[in-house]
Each structure stands twice: as structure tokens, then as C-alpha cells.
């Protein structure tokens, strides 16, 4: 059974900095690749942030210069560096995981940026 445990949201100002993580069980591995996906209230949940198992990573145009995505092999970690947020970021954030035409998801961790 896959387990993804997303941690590391909460309420911070405009222009602050959060770390999400999320932590997979089992190997990293197994997956093709990881994301970050995002949905804010009355929204569809979008792709914020992916990562292949060969690391190549790509990004939102929303978030190109401010987010960062990573992962920690040895950790079976998965991580997002957002910098310089801004209200619009504001949103429950989902880790996924892709394999063989399947995803996996998260239970979300929110993520609230006041002006």
C-alpha cells in the first residue's frame, strides 16, 4: 500500500518562505515521478511542481523562479522550497506520485498567505 505524507504548511506573511515535505513509504523508487499539485477553493487542484525518478523537474509559470522542487532518495522525501508567496498561493498542496498510469495522493496540507 503507498503512503504519502505531506507535512510542513501553516499560515505565514506575503513574501515568506515555507518547506513542505513528503514522505513516501517504500522506495522512492517505484515511482516515475513525484509532484506537487495544489487546489485553492473553488478551483481546480493544478500541478504546481514535478519531478522525474532521472531528475528533471518542471513548473508552473505561476511559481517559475520562487518555488523549487527536490527529492531525497535516501530519505524517501519529497520536497518544495516556496519563496516570495503571495495570497495567490494560497491552497491545500497534495503530493502525488505516479506509476505505471496510476497516482497516488496525499491526505494535503494547507497552505495560507495573508497580505
Known amino acids: 500500500q503507498v503512503q ?32 506537487w499539485y495544489r ?23 505561476s511559481v517559475k523562479g520562487r518555488f523549487t522542487i527536490s527529492r531525497d532518495n535516501a530519505k524517501n522525501t519529497v520536497y518544495l522550497q516556496m519563496n516570495s508567496l503571495n495570497p495567490e498561493d494560497t491552497a491545500v498542496y497534495y503530493c502525488g506520485a505516479e506509476r505505471g498510469g496510476s497516482s497516488y495522493w496525499g491526505q494535503g496540507t494547507q497552505v495560507t498567505v495573508s497580505s
Open 4 to 35: 504519502l505524507v505531506e507535512s510542513g504548511g501553516g499560515l505565514v506573511q506575503a513574501g515568506g518562505s515555507l518547506r513542505l515535505s513528503c514522505v513516501v513509504s517504500g522506495s522512492i523508487f517505484r515511482f516515475n515521478a513525484m509532484g
Open 39 to 61: 487546489q485553492a477553493p473553488g478551483k481546480q487542484r493544478e500541478l504546481v511542481a514535478r519531478i522525474t525518478s532521472g531528475g528533471s523537474t518542471n513548473y508552473a509559470d
